[in-house]
């Protein structure tokens, strides 16, 4: 890739990630707390609110569309190695749809394999 071509794809990642980091918590969650709470009554427990703990999955959500696009942008990949992490990442979205009650709209939630 020359660098006119990288800028370019760093501005529509970066439009991307603009786009789909605001996402909205549904009603019966905003402004909700995440309590961690250790099993060992003798360490303290941990509490953070439910827009940061979301901010935070969200993030991840967009990293990994963003090693999507550079896993398939890549040319230097085989075809069968692009299919194989793609299948990683897909596992990885299968396993963060248990966030999904958390979502206001059913566009921002994760979509594992059988989606």
């Given at each position: 890739?020359?660098?006119?071509?990288?800028e370019?794809?760093?501005?529509?990642?970066?439009?991307?990630?603009?786009?789909?980091?605001?996402?909205?918590?549904?009603?019966?969650?905003?402004?909700?707390?995440?309590?961690?709470?250790?099993a060992?009554?003798?360490?303290?427990?941990?509490?953070?609110?439910?827009?940061?703990f979301?901010?935070?999955?969200?993030?991840?959500?967009?990293?990994?569309?963003?090693?999507?696009?550079?896993?398939?942008?890549?040319?230097?990949?085989?075809?069968?190695?692009?299919?194989?992490?793609?299948?990683?990442?897909?596992?990885?979205?299968?396993?963060?749809?248990?966030?999904?009650?958390?979502?206001?709209?059913?566009?921002?939630?994760?979509?594992?394999?059988?989606?």
């Amino acid at each position: 890739m020359e660098r006119g071509e990288i800028e370019l794809l760093a501005r529509l990642i970066a439009r991307e990630l603009e786009r789909s980091s605001h996402v909205e918590l549904a009603p019966k969650w905003q402004h909700g707390t995440v309590i961690f709470k250790p099993a060992d009554d003798r360490l303290k427990q941990h509490e953070l609110s439910i827009e940061r703990f979301m901010h935070k999955i969200v993030m991840m959500r967009d990293n990994l569309r963003v090693l999507e696009q550079q896993i398939n942008s890549n040319k230097s990949l085989e075809t069968g190695e692009k299919i194989k992490l793609q299948g990683y990442i897909t596992r990885i979205y299968g396993s963060m749809t248990s966030f999904n009650t958390f979502f206001a709209d059913e566009e921002d939630a994760f979509k594992g394999s059988g989606e």
